[in-house]
């Protein structure tokens, strides 16, 4: 039989609580079993009653866990205050710890929000640094592609040998014949030139119900050909030797603002604002292709120097490269970050690269092959009229509404010579540099030719009664011809 005694039974023995209880079924007392077990070994009797008591007589008692009273000695109100104050001690040294924790925690997190802030400072720093390197990549990448080019052309035309153009995206790779970089021994001397005057006056190409001839170009292999487009949307080619007209070529629904002869074929190209552009065989008098590459005005138009390809630019702000045999647009782009109609377009005299003029007074240099562009030149006021390249390819000259010429060092990427004209002094389609890049001639409310390098004026003309609207050179300078709103065709000599 189990006994469950309670927590306050003590030995009468010890005066302790036991830890294994048994109780002596001779007096009924409870015993801690190892004492009673001991004794009976000793004495066979109860230490309660002296009767007979065996080891097999004890009975176990269940209990819990006991809690132990404190000794009496400990109950005293002296022990009871050491014991407070052992209590007290070992709080305040806890609390201590916990303080000289809490003391290395902090210093240990403010070090870590340190680096942190430090880290996040260098991380910052070095992401402004990566996006304004790229921004420089992003400027520098098209520049070095264009000045490369540049170097190349220079290259190229050191060792006066056809230039092999690299193959284009959706084009037929081609090889570009340089044109000469040295002066020629025929070219005109600046002192000779400075003596030229009017010879000849031609006024009945167009029709005078439609006064103005508004574009004018020059056969590169006989310059006694004159092609020019007028304001009664005729192309008219005259020769200036039997001063006669050779064809009249009619088809443009509107006037024709570009006329481009082609250098070894008896054929011609003409733009208008109808939105077409026209491949003209001179010898039969027709038109051969009509190329459909824009839907707004066409306001540019160049020759690749292969002979084989156009360039045009529109006010539907994309520029074309399209196939005279074929009349294909090979390719069109624009750039959709401006958004900006274009308003005039030439061909670097290799053909890699070309420019294009804007209604918002950018120039524009694009990468024909990648068909990217590489480098803008910022500066005029107003709508870019006219751009035109030397025939070393070096520079650049750009004609505006803002009364003023600027020429571009292609080499530096910079402006270095700006031209002020007159007050209201407008620039028309009338920019051409002489093949040999010596002289530039400006048209305008008059004809200024300028002599390169020294940019001085060397020769004026007013002999037109309207704007002048097309200025060319004959070959060697050996004459000017000019076009304008008079509806008149002039020529200057000697």
């Not at 230039?163 to 002192?191: A, F, H, N, Y």
């Not at 031209?419 to 920019?431: A, C, F, G, H, Q």
Request: negative net charge.
């Amino acid at each position: 039989m189990l006994i469950y005694p309670s927590r306050s039974t003590v030995h009468p023995v010890s005066n302790e609580v036991p830890e294994l209880p048994c109780v002596s079924p001779v007096s009924n007392q409870v015993f801690e079993r190892r004492l009673i077990e001991k004794y009976i070994a000793e004495n066979g009797t109860d230490p309660m009653n002296g009767q007979p008591l065996s080891e097999e007589q004890l009975i176990d008692i269940k209990v819990s866990h006991p809690i132990r009273p404190k000794a009496p000695s400990s109950t005293s109100i002296p022990a009871i205050l050491k014991a407070l104050q052992d209590e007290w001690d070992a709080v305040m040294l806890h609390s201590f710890t916990l303080r000289q924790q809490l003391q290395t925690t902090r210093q240990e997190l403010s070090h870590a929000l340190y680096q942190h802030d430090a880290a996040c400072r260098v991380i910052a720093r070095l992401t402004k640094e990566v996006t304004a390197a790229r921004e420089v990549s992003n400027k520098t990448c098209p520049i070095l592609v264009l000045l490369f080019i540049l170097h190349f052309i220079s290259q190229a035309g050191g060792a006066g040998e056809p230039m092999e153009v690299s193959e284009q995206v959706g084009m037929i790779p081609e090889i570009i014949q340089k044109r000469g970089k040295t002066v020629p021994e025929e070219l005109v001397r600046t002192e000779d030139l400075s003596k030229y005057r009017q010879v000849a006056t031609h006024a009945g190409l167009h029709s005078a119900s439609v006064p103005g001839i508004l574009s004018l170009d020059l056969c590169p292999s006989d310059t006694n050909k004159v092609l020019t487009g007028g304001a009664d949307r005729n192309v008219v080619v005259f020769d200036k030797k039997e001063e006669q007209i050779i064809a009249t070529l009619k088809g443009h629904t509107k006037k024709v603002t570009s006329v481009i002869y082609h250098p070894s074929q008896s054929v011609v190209f003409s733009a208008s604002p109808d939105s077409t552009i026209r491949v003209w065989s001179v010898t039969g008098g027709n038109c051969v292709q009509v190329v459909r590459a824009h839907e707004a005005s066409v306001t540019g138009l160049s020759l690749h120097a292969t002979g084989d390809y156009l360039l045009s630019s529109s006010e539907d702000q994309y520029w074309a490269f399209s196939d005279i045999q074929t009349g294909r647009v090979l390719t069109k782009v624009t750039d959709e970050a401006a958004g900006c109609a274009l308003t005039c377009a030439q061909f670097h005299p290799d053909g890699l690269i070309f420019g294009t003029g804007t209604a918002d007074s950018q120039i524009k240099i694009w990468d024909l092959k990648e068909r990217t562009n590489v480098a803008n030149f910022p500066g005029h006021i107003g709508p870019v009229t006219s751009i035109a390249f030397s025939e070393n390819g070096y520079y650049l000259a750009t004609g505006a509404q803002d009364s003023s010429v600027k020429l571009w060092d292609l080499r530096k990427l910079k402006n270095f010579k700006t031209i002020t004209l007159d007050n209201n002094y407008e620039v028309k389609r009338s920019l051409v540099f002489d093949q040999s890049g010596t002289y530039l001639a400006v048209g305008g409310t008059d004809i200024r030719v300028y002599i390169c390098k020294q940019w001085s004026e060397v020769l004026n003309f007013t002999e037109h009664t309207g704007v002048v609207t097309g200025v060319a050179f004959g070959e060697h300078a050996q004459f000017l011809t000019s076009t304008g709103m008079d509806r008149s065709l002039k020529f200057y000599s000697l």
